[in-house]
Every structure is written in C-alpha cells, then in structure tokens.
C-alpha cells in the first residue's frame, strides 16, 4: 500500500523557540494524533510514526518556514489536513501550510542545504559600519574553527557563505541577514560567526535574537527553491 507524503510548513517562535529537536519532534507527532490524520507506522519491532524532518534548528533559533513529512496511509484533502494540524498545535509552533510532494523525493535533511538567517545584534554605541567591517574582517581569513560539545570543527567560509552578509540598522539594533550552506558535516551557526566577529575589548555587540526565515533545496545546477 502506498504512502501519502504530505509536506507541512510550520514556524517555531516565541518561548518554543527554546525547544529542542527531539522536543519539536514529540510536540508535532502529538499535533498530528490530535488531528486525528491517518499517519503511517513504521515497520519492525519498535513501530512508530512516519515522519520525517528538515534540518534541526539550535536551540533558542526561531523558524519562520521549517519544514516536516507527515506519511499518510490514506489520502486527506491538504486543506483539511492543514486546518485539523493548526487546531490541534500550539500557535508557536503552528502549521502555516500543506501539500503533498512526490515519494520520489529527496529527503528533507539531506536536500534542504540552504538557510537564510536574521541576526538582530545589540551593543550600546554599535553602528551598521562598525558590524560590517568585523564580519568582513571574519570571512577574510577563509576558514573558522568553531568548538562545540567538546569537538572543533572548521568551516570553509567562502563555501558556508554562499553569499556575502548583508549588514543593515533596524529599531533597537543591527541586523545580519546570512545565507548558510548546510550538508552532513555540519552548518556554520550564525552566532559563532557573529561571536568571531567581535572583540568584547574593541567591538562589543551581543547576539539577542536569531531567526531563520528560510530554508531552501540547492539543485545540482545551483538554483535554490522551496521545499514547498
């Protein structure tokens, strides 16, 4: 029997911002059982829900259009579908919308390899020019080590910045628009970037909210579009 692979676009903000992957994870499974949707099980010792997620957001990182598969094994008009998900989520982690892609498809964490984030910085005295001369300063050296849970990792930037920051002033800060190349070897956090950038002693500037607005599929000949 086949599968119904509906794709839902949802966000994580506010206070759920704070949640883990795993926890996202629960909370959506939950949503999709209070929904009461005919979700598929997987096969074996341990059945569990089919589903399937795009890239893991850090936690703290809001999402404005994060992405998840939800294996249907019958067939559920998307609309319904979406409007059954919305009542039965929190609206901080709320469906936005729905549809059905093919099974042929690429898996969501291994095809979404590019991320489009937002960096509002604050730090008193700060100025659009000063944010853009240190990031600049960063991608000039090439590569950045960056320690997390006890490992290092180095990024090669002119590969994990596919297009150069965008540097602007808004009400209350500077905001960092950045572009991210994902892949399995890990991506590049916005806020180890940031934090590279600046010297607590010359340039203080702290990172107070980070969002990531997209999340694109990178095709073999470089042009980028949503999973949805």
Same mark, same amino acid.
Request: hydrophobic share 40%.
């Given at each position: ?17 704070? $949640?883990?992957? +795993? ?27 089919? @589903?399937?997620?795009?890239?893991a ?11 998840? %598969? ?11 579908? $979406?409007?059954? +998900?919305?009542? &039965? ?21 291994? &095809? &979404? ?7 509002? @910085? ?20 090439g590569?950045?080590?960056v ?32 572009v ?18 600046? %010297? ?29």
């Open positions: 029997m086949r599968d119904f692979r509906l794709r839902v676009c949802y966000r994580k903000a506010g206070r759920l911002r704070f $949640l883990s992957h +795993l926890e996202v994870v629960h909370a959506l499974e939950r949503a999709v059982r209070r929904a009461k949707l005919p979700y598929s099980v997987t096969k074996g010792f341990s059945p569990h829900m089919k @589903i399937a997620f795009g890239p957001l850090p936690v703290g990182t809001a999402g404005e259009r994060e992405y998840v %598969d939800v294996f249907l094994s019958g067939y559920t008009e998307p609309e319904e579908a $979406l409007h059954r +998900l919305v009542k &039965a989520s929190p609206e901080d982690l709320a469906p936005v919308e729905a549809r059905y892609v093919a099974e042929r498809e690429p898996a969501l964490a291994a &095809a &979404a390899t590019i991320a489009y984030y937002e960096v509002r @910085i604050e730090g008193e005295g700060l100025t659009e020019q000063e944010v853009r001369s240190a990031l600049e300063r960063v991608v000039a050296r590569e950045l080590s320690e997390h849970k006890g490992k290092t990792k180095v990024f090669d930037l002119p590969h994990s910045l596919p297009k150069e920051p965008c540097v602007r002033s808004s009400s209350g800060g500077i905001v960092v628009e950045l991210v190349r994902m892949g399995q070897q890990g991506s590049l956090r916005p806020d180890a970037l940031l934090t590279a950038a600046f %010297d607590p002693a010359t340039r203080p500037g702290v990172v107070a909210t980070t969002t990531r607005r997209d999340t694109l599929i990178e095709s073999d000949e470089g042009v980028w579009s949503r999973p949805l």
